[in-house]
């Protein structure tokens, strides 16, 4: 396989810029409802898909210090968003649950996320389509 060209590089790091304007238009279109910041809505993202998570897997995902995710976590209890449940084996330790107002946080960040997708997919015709997904999913799915 041959090394890509300084143009192809810089094309692509063009491309990634609008793609992350986009999706970050998206994303903070959905923390706007909530008042939501980005790591709160990451950890919410997490806690929805990982009931009853520690903090320090939450942290360690997200790869932030534990005081960090501590500050989000509090943020995310005071807006009812998640709960802290102390484990009745060991008392030191506490899990988190998303409540079914997390729920409908992340709800509307994942139709916000969806709506960027689709309006990128939307400029292509379908042929184009099926090859820019097969393409894109190579790309993720390659490890160096």
Known sequence: MTEPTTEQTEELAIAFERFTRRFKVAEASAALQQT???LDIQA???I???ADCSLGDVARHL???????S?????LV????IDRQRLEANRRSVALTITPKGQDAVAGYVDG???SCRAMLEALDPAD????LRLTQKIANYEH
Do not use: C, G
């Not at 005071?78 to 968003?81: A, E, I, S, T």
């Not at 389509?129 to 820019?132: D, N, T, V």
């Open 113 to 115: 996320y969806r709506a």
């Open 44 to 46: 919410l993202l997490f």
């Open 48 to 50: 929805n898909e990982h």
């Open 71 to 75: 500050s989000s976590a509090e943020r």
């Open 129 to 132: 389509r099926s090859e820019f």
């Open 36 to 38: 939501l910041n980005a």
């Open 78 to 81: 005071r807006r009812d968003m």
């Open 63 to 69: 790869q932030v210090p534990l005081t960090t995710m």
